[in-house]
């Protein structure tokens, strides 16, 4: 994974996404976006930051479904 690649959360994680969005009374996350930034380096690119999202997430969370050339 790395910045530019278009990504989405993996089947297995979107309805958990979901229900804890539902629980917090906020609307779901996205579930695709573009990897704006890798953060901290010391982290070897385990949380990303997306485009879209207002805080960055473990990237176990997202697979890549298209690379950046």
Excluded: W
Excluded at 3 to 16: A, C, I, N, S, Y
Excluded at 18 to 30: K, M
């Amino acid at each position: 994974m790395k910045v530019g690649d278009l990504v989405r959360v993996k089947p297995e994680h979107q309805e958990t996404f979901e229900e804890i969005a539902s629980v917090r009374g906020e609307e779901p996350c996205q579930m695709t976006g573009l990897v704006e930034r890798l953060e901290d380096p010391r982290s070897n690119g385990e949380y990303v930051k997306l485009h879209n999202r207002p805080y960055a997430a473990y990237a176990g969370y997202f697979e890549v479904i298209s690379e950046v050339s």
